[in-house]
């Protein structure tokens, strides 16, 4: 029996989320620690079997709407392939990433969805030709995404982004510890980035000076990424964290997860993603890692992941 599985990561911004849906840079990594995967078997019964119990979903493709994140996963892959009808398939989807709270989620199975599709399907497509469809549909949850999540999902790859423009690598020259922790408040960013567009067109002189300043910051972490400067990148950290401050996309759980991280020998830390919720970010020496996790539930951590970002 025909049987295909697909896996996609999750991701994390380390500088420059929402700045960089008005073009300025931002750098993210893929999370390999947390992923989705989808399998796709043989259907003995008509037509397309979704199964996706983390979001309560067991039914046929065809009583879905269009709009729904799966659905659309799938049209895309028909339109790329000029299929109008796919064969019978099962289509099974789970997921250790969690959702609306900065990790990607969408974009995973977005992703995962469409590799194993075009895997069944017996098609070769680039990461670029998955990247760009799994866009399209990031389109239809986040209003006007950046394009960064699918990409760095897309890729596999840590990214130096900017939105609309060929896509770049970052270059990671020494291997860095960083704690991810969860707010466990569930944040989507289409309202935080919805929010930030409606103050920036009412006023957009402040919020410009900020955008462009967290631009020049994730200008500072490139270079510090190629150089080694671990500590440099903690002072960062800590900038981009009180410029999002200011934004008022970070909230007060997140301000204490970040003011824990600090206080427990980390050497920055910040939100990451779209904020008031989900999750935050930070960087600490690797023997310094599970005292700051810990310092981070205590704080009020719903998960931690302490994640090592390799030279790429
Ligand atoms: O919440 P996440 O991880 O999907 O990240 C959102 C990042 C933003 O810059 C706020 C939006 C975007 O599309 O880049």
């Given at each position: 029996?025909?049987?295909?599985?697909?896996?996609?990561?999750g991701?994390?911004?380390?500088?420059?989320?929402?700045?960089?849906?008005?073009?300025?840079?931002?750098?993210?990594?893929?999370?390999?620690?947390?992923?989705?995967?989808?399998?796709?078997?043989?259907?003995?019964?008509?037509?397309?079997?979704?199964?996706?119990?983390?979001?309560?979903?067991?039914?046929?493709?065809?009583?879905?709407?269009?709009?729904?994140?799966?659905?659309?996963?799938?049209?895309?892959?028909?339109?790329?392939?000029?299929?109008?009808?796919?064969?019978?398939?099962?289509?099974?989807?789970?997921?250790?990433?969690?959702?609306?709270?900065?990790?990607?989620?969408?974009?995973?199975?977005?992703?995962?969805?469409?590799?194993?599709?075009?895997?069944?399907?017996g098609?070769?497509?680039?990461?670029?030709?998955?990247?760009?469809?799994?866009?399209?549909?990031?389109?239809?949850?986040?209003?006007?995404p950046?394009?960064?999540?699918?990409?760095v999902?897309?890729?596999?790859?840590?990214?130096?982004?900017?939105?609309?423009?060929p896509?770049?690598?970052?270059?990671?020259?020494?291997?860095?510890?960083?704690?991810?922790?969860?707010?466990?408040?569930?944040?989507?960013?289409?309202?935080?980035?919805?929010?930030?567009?409606?103050?920036?067109?009412?006023?957009?002189?402040?919020?410009?000076?900020?955008?462009?300043?967290?631009?020049?910051?994730?200008?500072?972490?490139?270079?510090?990424l190629?150089?080694?400067?671990?500590?440099?990148?903690?002072?960062?950290?800590?900038?981009?964290?009180?410029?999002?401050?200011?934004?008022d996309?970070?909230?007060?759980?997140?301000?204490?997860?970040?003011?824990?991280?600090?206080?427990?020998?980390?050497?920055?830390?910040?939100?990451?993603?779209?904020?008031?919720?989900?999750?935050?970010?930070?960087?600490?020496?690797?023997?310094?890692?599970?005292?700051?996790?810990?310092?981070?539930?205590?704080?009020?951590?719903?998960?931690?992941?302490?994640?090592?970002?390799?030279?790429?």
């Amino acid at each position: 029996m025909n049987r295909i599985s697909s896996r996609a990561p999750g991701k994390i911004i380390l500088f420059g989320e929402h700045a960089v849906v008005y073009q300025y840079p931002a750098i993210a990594v893929p999370v390999t620690q947390v992923y989705t995967e989808v399998t796709i078997e043989e259907n003995i019964e008509e037509g397309i079997f979704l199964y996706a119990p983390a979001i309560s979903i067991a039914t046929q493709y065809d009583l879905l709407p269009a709009e729904n994140h799966l659905v659309a996963a799938i049209n895309e892959v028909k339109s790329f392939s000029g299929m109008s009808q796919l064969p019978a398939m099962k289509i099974s989807i789970t997921s250790t990433i969690p959702v609306a709270s900065g990790l990607g989620s969408g974009a995973a199975v977005s992703v995962a969805l469409m590799r194993s599709l075009f895997s069944y399907l017996g098609k070769e497509v680039s990461d670029q030709e998955i990247s760009n469809m799994a866009f399209q549909v990031e389109k239809i949850h986040h209003g006007t995404p950046s394009g960064i999540d699918n990409t760095v999902i897309a890729f596999e790859r840590s990214v130096f982004f900017i939105k609309g423009q060929p896509i770049e690598f970052a270059d990671i020259i020494e291997p860095f510890t960083i704690i991810i922790a969860d707010s466990g408040i569930k944040s989507p960013t289409i309202n935080t980035v919805m929010d930030v567009r409606k103050r920036w067109q009412e006023n957009p002189v402040p919020y410009n000076a900020i955008f462009s300043d967290i631009g020049a910051i994730v200008q500072d972490a490139r270079e510090s990424l190629r150089t080694g400067n671990l500590e440099n990148l903690g002072i960062l950290m800590n900038t981009n964290h009180s410029l999002l401050q200011r934004l008022d996309v970070s909230c007060e759980a997140l301000d204490c997860l970040v003011g824990a991280a600090l206080d427990s020998g980390a050497m920055g830390a910040k939100l990451s993603g779209g904020g008031r919720g989900g999750n935050m970010i930070a960087i600490a020496q690797p023997e310094n890692a599970d005292r700051v996790s810990a310092s981070l539930y205590r704080a009020g951590a719903k998960n931690t992941v302490i994640t090592t970002i390799y030279p790429a």
